[in-house]
Structure formats: structure tokens, C-alpha cells
């Protein structure tokens, strides 16, 4: 079993949906918890921060995450098409000094 | 947030030359950067810990004498790929640690993509 499971989709939504992208992970010392947007050809680009278990939003996206079930979400609401990329979740036990262990990234399009 | 930025953006050489990466933390000082690699559709795999004033820490399987890593400054980190060849051909990325009040995780460069003919 790898420490973080993520669908590599690609997931097709139309504009205007609401879009559930997760991650499962293993480590139960993972306490840092990030979701990355990487374009094609572009490095990631930091999109959520969460420490430990809760609920987080920054305008159309909320990140949660269920320490006890070990399982990530991200929602993204009123999808755009400019929402269309690779989302990653990484995840580490320790401070951003640490490595992180990353899912494979699940491609999302969104069609207008 | 923070800013980090690569040099170049993309690259291309011949097979057998050394090509060199700059990455640079534009607003904060970095004593760490981490350097990764990713390969088309893959997602990134870490290469190497940087650590500014001392060695680097390489990954289990990656190369230290053909990929050099030098952190010469609080703000800049450079990764030298040594007498590249066509399977060096990769997007290389760096990221570089950052602890604010809302926040303790990583930045990442824009990446620069290297061509080997």
C-alpha cells in the first residue's frame, strides 16, 4: 500500500460544478496536510494549507481533513475552466522543513 | 506567501555538456531548499535536500557526482546536472520551506524544463 492514495482521474465536470477531489494516506504521524494546483509545464502552486484535523476555506475551495479516517478533501465551488489542472495533496509529519510525500495528482477539466 | 524563483525556464544542450539550475527564495531566506524532478504525467519525486554552508542529503538512487548541488547563499541554491544525456531530459522544480503565521510548508519554483539531445 502507498502512504498517500490519489485518482489521477482525469475527472471531466462542467463550469459551474461543484468539484470533490481526496486523497487517502497511511502515516498516522502526518500532521501537515497541503493541496498544490500545478498547470501544465508550471510548478505547483500552493492553493490550501491545514494543520492537523478541520476545515479550512479560502474563497471557492475548503479543504478538510479526518485525521481519524485519514482522508483529505478538497472542494472546489462554481468550478471555472481556468480551474482545469492537477491537483496535488502532499502531507508531511513534521514542519515544512520536512519532505513531503505526495499523491499522484488528479488531473481535472472543466469544460465550459 | 512566498516567492521562489528558477533559472532558466527551459533549457536545451547537447549530450555530454553540464547545464546549471538556479533557485532562488525572492523575499525570505531559505537555509534549505529541496530539489525534485518530474517526469510527464508523474507526479514529483524528491531528489535531494539542499542545506546552505554544508552537503546536500541525496535520495536514495540518485546520483550525487552527477547531479551537484551547491547552496552557496541563504537565497540560492543551484543543482548541476554533470555530463547530461537524453534520459536527464526532465522538468526539474525546487521548493523552499516557509513558516508564516498561518502556515509552515513549502513553496515551489516554476520549474525549468531540460531538453538532452
Known amino acids: 500500500q502507498k502512504e498517500v492514495e490519489q485518482d489521477p482521474g482525469p475527472l471531466s465536470v462542467p463550469e459551474g460544478a461543484i468539484v470533490s477531489l481526496n486523497c487517502t494516506y497511511s502515516?498516522?504521524?502526518?500532521?501537515?496536510f497541503m493541496w498544490y494546483r500545478q498547470y501544465s509545464r508550471k510548478g505547483p502552486e500552493l492553493l490550501m494549507y491545514?494543520?492537523?484535523?478541520g476545515n479550512k476555506e479560502d474563497g471557492r475551495f475548503t479543504a478538510q481533513v479526518d485525521k481519524s479516517s485519514k482522508y483529505i478533501s478538497l472542494f472546489i465551488r462554481d468550478s471555472q475552466p481556468s480551474d482545469s489542472a492537477t491537483y496535488l495533496c502532499a502531507m508531511s509529519a513534521n514542519s515544512g522543513y520536512s519532505t513531503l510525500t505526495f499523491g499522484k495528482g488528479t488531473m481535472l477539466l472543466v469544460s465550459p | 506567501g512566498a516567492v521562489v524563483s528558477q533559472h532558466p525556464s527551459w533549457v536545451i544542450c547537447k549530450s555530454g555538456t553540464s547545464v546549471k539550475i538556479e533557485c532562488r527564495s525572492l523575499?525570505?531566506?531559505?537555509?534549505?531548499m529541496f530539489w525534485y524532478r518530474q517526469f510527464p504525467k508523474q507526479s514529483l519525486m524528491l531528489m535531494a535536500t539542499?542545506?546552505?554552508?554544508?552537503?546536500?542529503?541525496?535520495e536514495q538512487g540518485v546520483e550525487k557526482d552527477k547531479f551537484l548541488i551547491n547552496h552557496a547563499s541563504l537565497t540560492l541554491s543551484t543543482l548541476t546536472v554533470t555530463s547530461a544525456h537524453p534520459e536527464d531530459s526532465s522538468f526539474y522544480i525546487c521548493?523552499?520551506?516557509?513558516?508564516?503565521?498561518?502556515?509552515?510548508?513549502?513553496?515551489f519554483g516554476p520549474g525549468t524544463r531540460l531538453t538532452v539531445l
Open positions: 521548493s523552499a520551506p516557509w513558516r508564516g503565521r498561518a502556515e509552515d510548508t513549502q513553496y
Open positions: 502515516n498516522s504521524a502526518f500532521q501537515y
Open positions: 523575499d525570505f531566506q531559505a537555509t534549505t
Open positions: 491545514t494543520y492537523s484535523s
Open positions: 539542499s542545506n546552505e554552508g554544508s552537503k546536500a542529503t541525496y
